[in-house]
């Protein structure tokens, strides 16, 4: 197989997309498939990789992490000839997408896509409702000739079919179970932050709107009296809010600790109690899966892919979307009930490992081959929804 990989936001830009598709040319390395990648070109990046291929780019107004690139077509084109790819897996609909998307549809290489994020759920958050229809009829012209649009959830599948994109394939995500572990519980992350309360809860992720960071702040605010005193939050990210953030939140029990990774960010999960994620626009919620892989119990919207990775009252809690008094009632059940805050983090950590991402992308190895063998076939190679 010799693939083809196109995306407009890749490692070491800081969001889930690009760490997903990371891991992935990672793997394809391990099963040594032969490939090619085009990304935008940021700092910090391996210029010594002969198979991956940059442009110049600037960041995206809604979601600065992605990156709007201005590829040189002429330039993958060529090659792309002299490569001669079996596939092409579009990651992301803007320039650099585009370009392989243009190429797959003029030379009749089989391509695929992926969806990842939500992106009209953003508009509300910016006052760009008025432009969901034109998005909307983008992203079915985009996906209309993919063989295969995989997504990492049920609700994304379902979200997509009632847009009318169809032949839906299921790519879910997985879990670094030796990096998110409750092993990495040193209380190395409660002596840097100078945190003595008896309860930490953690929020980790991009400090933006869409993140229903508001509803985290009436969390904090509306918990009750006997309780917040016992209770140390620790939020960690950056984005455009942070500074605002930092103004909003109280100042006696609440730590933002900027950008995390690696063994720093394995710390800060193994070290919480609870994982508290208000975001109801996700398409699938990495970070509540790494926290439950650290033995912390998460609780989140019963909306998006997150409701599918936390059961309620098993692994964590399920609340309705933007309802702060909900996650209020969660917290302080899960605390104020050790036995079940005990068996959360086992069934949490149970369950998490589970989810390897080497199973999973190699469940997405046999899709690419489906859908080469099928473009070769005699009939019309069309693949249905799984």
């Excluded at 077509?73 to 596939?87: E, G, M, W």
């Excluded at 190429?103 to 432009?131: C, D, M, N, W």
């Excluded at 917040?228 to 939050?233: A, E, M, T």
Aim: hydrophobic share 40%; charged share 20%; net charge positive.
């Amino acid at each position: 197989m010799r693939l083809a990989l196109f995306t407009d936001t890749y490692y070491p830009q800081v969001n889930g997309v690009a760490l997903t598709l990371q891991k992935l040319v990672r793997h394809l390395e391990h099963r040594n498939v032969t490939h090619q990648v085009f990304i935008p070109d940021v700092t910090d990046q391996d210029l010594f990789a002969s198979n991956i291929h940059r442009f110049a780019s600037l960041p995206f107004f809604l979601y600065p992490e992605c990156r709007i690139a201005f590829p040189n077509y002429f330039s993958i084109r060529n090659r792309l000839q002299t490569f001669q790819p079996d596939l092409i897996h579009i990651a992301t609909p803007f320039n650099i997408g585009l370009c392989g998307l243009s190429y797959g549809k003029k030379y009749k290489i089989p391509h695929v896509a992926s969806y990842h994020t939500h992106f009209e759920r953003y508009l509300e958050y910016y006052r760009l409702q008025a432009v969901s229809h034109w998005l909307w009829r983008y992203i079915r012209w985009f996906h209309h000739s993919c063989a295969m649009t995989f997504v990492p959830s049920e609700e994304t599948k379902r979200h997509l079919q009632s847009h009318g994109i169809f032949r839906l394939g299921l790519w879910k995500r997985g879990v670094d179970c030796h990096l998110f572990t409750p092993a990495k519980n040193n209380r190395q992350i409660r002596k840097k932050y100078n945190i003595h309360a008896p309860f930490l809860c953690l929020y980790v992720g991009r400090m933006a709107p869409e993140k229903d960071l508001e509803i985290l702040l009436e969390v904090i605010r509306q918990m009750p009296a006997s309780l917040s005193g016992n209770i140390h939050w620790l939020l960690v990210g950056d984005g455009p809010l942070l500074a605002k953030l930092r103004t909003q939140f109280p100042t006696n029990n609440v730590t933002f600790t900027g950008y995390l990774q690696g063994e720093d960010l394995a710390e800060a999960y193994a070290a919480a109690d609870l994982f508290v994620f208000p975001s109801s626009t996700e398409t699938f919620g990495n970070v509540v899966l790494e926290a439950m892989a650290s033995g912390t119990p998460a609780i989140g919207a019963q909306a998006g892919g997150v409701q599918e990775i936390i059961q309620h009252k098993v692994t964590g809690f399920l609340c309705p979307p933007r309802d702060a008094q909900s996650f209020v009632h969660a917290i302080t059940e899960a605390i104020n009930d050790a036995g079940l805050l005990r068996t959360m983090k086992l069934q949490a950590r149970r369950y998490a490992r589970t989810q390897s991402w080497e199973a999973i992308f190699d469940e997405l190895l046999t899709w690419y081959e489906k859908v080469i063998f099928l473009s070769k076939s005699p009939d019309d190679g069309t693949i249905h929804s799984a």
